[in-house]
Protein backbone atom coordinates (compact mmCIF):
# COMPACT_ATOMS: atom_id res chain seq x y z
CA UNK A 1 0.00 0.00 0.00
CA UNK A 2 1.20 3.29 -0.64
CA UNK A 3 1.87 5.50 2.27
CA UNK A 4 4.18 5.52 5.37
CA UNK A 5 2.81 3.73 8.28
CA UNK A 6 3.14 4.99 11.67
CA UNK A 7 0.27 2.92 13.29
CA UNK A 8 -2.50 0.06 12.75
CA UNK A 9 -4.74 -1.23 14.86
CA UNK A 10 -8.65 -1.75 15.76
CA UNK A 11 -11.36 0.21 16.68
CA UNK A 12 -12.09 -1.99 19.50
CA UNK A 13 -8.30 -1.55 20.22
CA UNK A 14 -8.22 2.00 21.30
CA UNK A 15 -8.27 2.68 24.87
CA UNK A 16 -11.65 3.14 26.36
CA UNK A 17 -11.19 2.78 29.91
CA UNK A 18 -10.44 5.61 31.51
CA UNK A 19 -12.35 8.32 29.61
CA UNK A 20 -15.25 10.49 30.50
CA UNK A 21 -17.30 11.86 28.36
CA UNK A 22 -17.06 15.67 28.50
CA UNK A 23 -20.68 17.49 29.42
CA UNK A 24 -22.14 19.94 26.61
CA UNK A 25 -21.64 22.76 29.40
CA UNK A 26 -17.71 21.80 28.97
CA UNK A 27 -17.48 21.19 24.91
CA UNK A 28 -19.11 24.37 24.45
CA UNK A 29 -15.99 26.06 26.79
CA UNK A 30 -13.88 25.14 24.25
CA UNK A 31 -15.75 27.35 21.66
CA UNK A 32 -13.89 29.76 21.94
CA UNK A 33 -10.86 28.21 21.22
CA UNK A 34 -11.99 26.44 18.25
CA UNK A 35 -13.24 29.89 16.84
CA UNK A 36 -9.54 30.68 17.21
CA UNK A 37 -9.07 28.03 14.24
CA UNK A 38 -6.76 29.71 11.37
CA UNK A 39 -8.68 30.74 8.42
CA UNK A 40 -6.50 31.34 5.31
CA UNK A 41 -3.38 28.52 5.82
CA UNK A 42 -3.50 25.96 8.97
CA UNK A 43 -1.57 22.25 8.71
CA UNK A 44 -2.48 18.63 8.61
CA UNK A 45 -1.97 17.18 12.21
CA UNK A 46 -3.22 13.61 11.26
CA UNK A 47 -3.63 11.47 8.43
CA UNK A 48 -6.09 7.93 8.84
CA UNK A 49 -6.47 5.58 6.50
CA UNK A 50 -9.34 3.04 7.02
CA UNK A 51 -8.19 0.03 4.80
CA UNK A 52 -11.40 -2.01 6.29
CA UNK A 53 -14.23 -1.48 8.40
CA UNK A 54 -13.41 -1.15 11.91
CA UNK A 55 -10.14 -0.74 11.00
CA UNK A 56 -7.58 2.28 11.18
CA UNK A 57 -4.29 3.38 9.90
CA UNK A 58 -2.45 6.26 10.98
CA UNK A 59 -0.10 7.54 8.20
CA UNK A 60 2.83 9.96 8.33
CA UNK A 61 2.59 10.03 4.49
CA UNK A 62 -0.65 9.15 1.84
CA UNK A 63 -1.49 9.19 -1.57
CA UNK A 64 -4.45 11.64 -2.56
CA UNK A 65 -6.30 9.92 -5.89
CA UNK A 66 -8.83 11.07 -8.22
CA UNK A 67 -10.03 7.51 -8.59
CA UNK A 68 -9.67 6.26 -4.86
CA UNK A 69 -9.15 9.65 -3.01
CA UNK A 70 -6.91 8.48 -0.40
CA UNK A 71 -4.85 5.55 -1.54
CA UNK A 72 -5.84 2.43 0.39
CA UNK A 73 -8.87 3.78 2.44
CA UNK A 74 -11.91 1.61 1.65
CA UNK A 75 -14.00 4.58 0.29
CA UNK A 76 -14.11 3.07 -2.93
CA UNK A 77 -15.03 -0.35 -1.61
CA UNK A 78 -17.31 0.69 0.95
CA UNK A 79 -20.01 1.74 -1.37
CA UNK A 80 -22.42 4.43 -0.66
CA UNK A 81 -26.36 4.39 0.33
CA UNK A 82 -26.77 7.64 -1.04
CA UNK A 83 -26.15 6.92 -4.65
CA UNK A 84 -28.65 4.97 -6.89
CA UNK A 85 -26.22 1.69 -7.38
CA UNK A 86 -24.53 1.79 -4.31
CA UNK A 87 -21.81 3.07 -5.97
CA UNK A 88 -18.78 5.57 -3.72
CA UNK A 89 -20.78 8.84 -3.67
CA UNK A 90 -17.76 11.16 -5.44
CA UNK A 91 -18.46 14.16 -3.40
CA UNK A 92 -17.94 12.11 0.12
CA UNK A 93 -14.33 10.91 -1.19
CA UNK A 94 -12.70 12.81 1.75
CA UNK A 95 -13.98 13.69 5.34
CA UNK A 96 -11.94 16.45 7.12
CA UNK A 97 -12.43 17.05 10.64
CA UNK A 98 -11.45 20.32 12.62
CA UNK A 99 -7.99 19.51 15.36
CA UNK A 100 -9.01 21.06 17.77
CA UNK A 101 -12.97 20.10 17.82
CA UNK A 102 -11.59 16.49 17.95
CA UNK A 103 -9.17 17.45 20.54
CA UNK A 104 -12.10 18.51 22.68
CA UNK A 105 -14.09 15.74 22.38
CA UNK A 106 -11.16 12.60 22.13
CA UNK A 107 -9.60 14.35 25.07
CA UNK A 108 -6.49 12.27 23.86
CA UNK A 109 -4.84 11.71 20.62
CA UNK A 110 -4.71 8.18 20.02
CA UNK A 111 -8.42 8.62 20.26
CA UNK A 112 -8.82 10.98 17.53
CA UNK A 113 -9.05 8.16 14.61
CA UNK A 114 -12.11 6.89 16.34
CA UNK A 115 -14.15 9.80 14.62
CA UNK A 116 -13.84 8.06 10.99
CA UNK A 117 -12.43 10.95 9.28
CA UNK A 118 -9.20 10.54 7.24
CA UNK A 119 -7.62 14.52 7.68
CA UNK A 120 -7.33 16.52 10.78
CA UNK A 121 -6.37 19.88 10.31
CA UNK A 122 -5.85 22.74 12.17
CA UNK A 123 -7.90 25.14 9.72
CA UNK A 124 -11.98 27.05 9.85
CA UNK A 125 -13.93 24.62 8.24
CA UNK A 126 -17.56 26.63 8.80
CA UNK A 127 -19.61 27.05 6.28
CA UNK A 128 -18.89 31.02 6.13
CA UNK A 129 -15.00 29.88 5.66
CA UNK A 130 -15.23 26.96 3.24
CA UNK A 131 -18.13 27.07 1.37
CA UNK A 132 -19.04 24.32 -0.95
CA UNK A 133 -16.19 24.80 -3.95
CA UNK A 134 -14.12 25.88 -2.04
CA UNK A 135 -10.53 24.65 -2.91
CA UNK A 136 -8.12 23.32 -0.45
CA UNK A 137 -3.90 22.68 -1.28
CA UNK A 138 -3.16 19.80 0.79
CA UNK A 139 0.84 19.02 0.53
CA UNK A 140 0.99 18.57 -3.37
CA UNK A 141 -2.38 17.87 -3.74
CA UNK A 142 -5.08 19.94 -4.40
CA UNK A 143 -9.41 19.04 -2.69
CA UNK A 144 -12.38 20.66 -3.06
CA UNK A 145 -15.28 21.19 -0.38
CA UNK A 146 -18.73 19.40 -2.01
CA UNK A 147 -21.86 19.92 -0.37
CA UNK A 148 -22.25 16.96 1.10
CA UNK A 149 -23.24 17.70 4.57
CA UNK A 150 -21.14 15.55 7.38
CA UNK A 151 -23.02 14.84 10.60
CA UNK A 152 -22.61 13.13 13.57
CA UNK A 153 -23.93 9.82 13.33
CA UNK A 154 -24.76 7.01 16.67
CA UNK A 155 -21.22 5.66 16.42
CA UNK A 156 -19.86 9.17 16.96
CA UNK A 157 -22.04 9.18 20.27
CA UNK A 158 -20.75 6.12 21.52
CA UNK A 159 -17.63 6.99 21.05
CA UNK A 160 -17.44 10.45 22.65
CA UNK A 161 -20.63 10.54 24.48
CA UNK A 162 -24.23 11.79 23.74
CA UNK A 163 -23.47 15.48 24.61
CA UNK A 164 -20.57 15.50 21.93
CA UNK A 165 -23.01 14.10 19.49
CA UNK A 166 -25.34 17.25 20.10
CA UNK A 167 -22.60 19.49 20.28
CA UNK A 168 -21.87 18.96 16.47
CA UNK A 169 -25.15 18.35 15.51
CA UNK A 170 -26.38 21.86 17.07
CA UNK A 171 -27.47 25.26 15.05
CA UNK A 172 -24.33 26.37 15.91
CA UNK A 173 -22.54 23.06 15.33
CA UNK A 174 -23.84 22.59 11.94
CA UNK A 175 -22.93 26.30 10.91
CA UNK A 176 -18.79 26.05 12.22
CA UNK A 177 -18.95 22.06 10.11
CA UNK A 178 -17.62 20.78 14.74
CA UNK A 179 -18.19 17.60 12.83
CA UNK A 180 -16.32 18.64 9.44
CA UNK A 181 -16.93 18.79 5.70
CA UNK A 182 -16.68 16.54 2.56
CA UNK A 183 -14.62 16.60 -0.15
CA UNK A 184 -13.17 15.00 -3.15
CA UNK A 185 -9.72 15.37 -5.23
CA UNK A 186 -9.34 17.36 -7.71
CA UNK A 187 -5.32 17.17 -7.57
CA UNK A 188 -3.69 13.86 -6.91
CA UNK A 189 -0.42 14.43 -4.80
CA UNK A 190 1.33 12.58 -1.69
CA UNK A 191 0.45 14.26 1.43
CA UNK A 192 1.93 14.29 4.69
CA UNK A 193 1.36 15.23 8.07
CA UNK A 194 2.44 18.57 8.91
CA UNK A 195 1.44 19.81 5.61
CA UNK A 196 0.34 23.22 5.15
CA UNK A 197 -3.31 23.19 4.05
CA UNK A 198 -3.79 26.45 2.55
CA UNK A 199 -7.20 28.06 1.10
CA UNK A 200 -6.85 29.00 -2.12
CA UNK A 201 -8.57 32.17 -3.34
CA UNK A 202 -11.76 32.26 -5.75
CA UNK A 203 -12.82 35.19 -7.94
CA UNK A 204 -15.50 36.92 -5.22
CA UNK A 205 -14.18 35.02 -2.58
CA UNK A 206 -14.39 36.99 1.00
CA UNK A 207 -10.87 38.07 2.32
CA UNK A 208 -10.95 36.69 5.87
CA UNK A 209 -9.83 39.93 7.02
CA UNK A 210 -7.06 38.31 9.76
CA UNK A 211 -4.33 35.90 9.11
CA UNK A 212 -3.37 33.31 12.28
CA UNK A 213 -0.60 31.51 12.16
CA UNK A 214 -1.08 27.86 12.26
CA UNK A 215 -0.75 25.75 15.35
CA UNK A 216 2.27 23.02 14.05
CA UNK A 217 1.93 19.11 14.28
CA UNK A 218 2.85 16.87 17.16
Known sequence: MIGTLLQMCRQENVSMADVRHLTLEELEAGLDDIRKSPRDEGVVQLIVRRPQTGERQV?????????????????????????ADGSPHPDMQLALMNSRVIALVAQAKDRWQLAGDQLFVDLDLSAENLPPGTRLAVGAAMIEVTDQPHTGCQKFGARFGLDAARFVNSPLGKQLHLRGINARVVRPGVIRAGDVVKRIPTPGMKASGTSRSPTQAT
Open 59 to 83: LEEGQLDLIEGLAGDNWRARGSSLT
